[in-house]
T-cell receptor, first 116, second 115 residues
Framework: GAVVSQHPSWVICKSGTSVKIECRSL??????MFWYRQFPKQSLMLMAT?????????EQGVEKDKFLINHASLTLSTLTVTSAHPEDSSFYIC????????????FGPGTRLTVT | KQEVTQIPAALSVPEGENLVLNCSFT??????LQWFRQDPGKGLTSLLL?????REQTSGRLNASLDKSSGRSTLYIAASQPGDSATYLC??????????????FGKGTKLSVKP
């Protein structure tokens, strides 16, 4: 089946630093990837949608200069949280769509970010 | 604006019991509805996907129904097992954008099945 991986699974960083999270589709080509954020006991909130080779589309209220998304290849997207603050601490989940099965989205295992 | 609500927020049942999880959505203009399972600190596993033209889908002990006109879906779990313990998320895909539409998630129902 379609597998999406994320790295790292867990990261702690100091306030003011930047952290990069990778999302990879392991056995399919993902023309579209999605980044979600999930706070405790809350639903997943879509942050941005990225299509390979083009700029990401950010949801209202999400700062594009703070959450940098790069989707440079059909199997890799990265999310960089710049100048992280404690309120950025959250669970970040990526999702990828297989271009041959556009009605399906496959989710990664998530990355727990803690900013101290 | 589409809103997805799941009731109850948490549920604890003894092993072997049949149970129903509820999901409601405010805008019936959906492309499809999907139920996911999320284990603690983990990503999502898709359980069932119901297209807007369908009434239900079944997979093993799971049965999901959809009443689009009333904005409701249920997930029925038969003969629950401790391994079913997880958070169950309901998500609707917006009609706008078709198969490319955004998924809107509920907050989930945390299920605990006690042996």
């Amino acid at each position: 089946g379609a597998v999406v991986s994320q790295h790292p699974s867990w990261v702690i960083c100091k306030s003011g630093t930047s952290v990069k999270i990778e999302c990879r589709s392991l056995d399919f080509q993902a023309t579209t990837m999605f980044w979600y954020r999930q706070f405790p006991k809350q639903s997943l909130m879509l942050m941005a949608t990225s299509n390979e080779g083009s700029k990401a589309t950010y949801e209202q209220g999400v700062e594009k200069d703070k959450f940098l998304i790069n989707h440079a290849s059909l199997t890799l997207s990265t999310l960089t949280v710049t100048s992280a603050h404690p309120e950025d601490s959250s669970f970040y989940i990526c999702s990828a769509r297989d271009w041959t099965r556009p009605y399906e989205q496959y989710f990664g295992p998530g990355t727990r970010l803690t900013v101290t | 604006k589409q809103e997805v609500t799941q009731i109850p927020a948490a549920l604890s049942v003894p092993e072997g019991e049949n149970l129903v999880l509820n999901c409601s959505f405010t805008d019936s203009a959906i492309y499809n509805l999907q139920w996911f399972r999320q284990d603690p600190g983990k990503g999502l596993t898709s359980l069932l996907l119901i297209q807007s033209s369908q009434r239900e889908q079944t997979s093993g002990r799971l049965n999901a129904s959809l009443d689009k006109s009333s904005g409701r879906s249920t997930l029925y779990i038969a003969a629950s097992q401790p391994g079913d313990s997880a958070t169950y998320l309901c998500a609707v895909r917006q009609l706008r954008g078709g198969s490319q539409g955004n998924l809107i998630f509920g907050k989930g129902t945390k299920l605990s099945v006690k042996p």
